[in-house]
Nanobody, 116 residues
Framework: QVQLVESGGGLVQAGGSLRLSCVAS????????MGWYHQAPGKQRELIAT???????NYADSMRGRFTISRDNAKNTVVLQSNSLKAEDTGVYFC??????????WGQGTQVTVSS
């Protein structure tokens, strides 16, 4: 069963904008932390940012200033935005969620290709 679904990926231009959305299934239960990760071709998955239910955010140092994470608890959704994409941002973006029950969930990933 797919419990986290990412959307918004595709082909974008360098210097352009990105908006990815991830919707979590209600059957997961109440969600504590949500986050976004990036995996470039041939490389390990890398943290972009996390956001707690109360709104506290944590950004990876290399990502801070280029990405913005937000969430809508009523819609069980977390969003990732950027307005200055680089070719190196190409890759698969994964949504992550940790429930208050202590379970971790990953989305299937959405491909983003940035033209150079």
């Amino acid at each position: 069963q797919v419990q986290l679904v990412e959307s918004g990926g595709g082909l974008v231009q360098a210097g352009g904008s990105l908006r990815l959305s991830c919707v979590a299934s209600r059957n997961i239960g109440p969600i504590d932390t949500m986050g976004w990760y990036h995996q470039a071709p041939g490389k390990q998955r890398e943290l972009i940012a996390t956001i707690a239910r109360g709104g506290t955010t944590n950004y990876a140092d290399s990502m801070r200033g280029r990405f913005t994470i937000s969430r809508d608890n009523a819609k069980n959704t977390v969003v990732l935005q950027s307005n200055s994409l680089k070719a190196e941002d190409t890759g698969v973006y994964f949504c992550f969620a940790r429930s208050y029950l202590g379970n971790n969930f990953w989305g299937q990933g959405t491909q983003v290709t940035v033209s150079s």
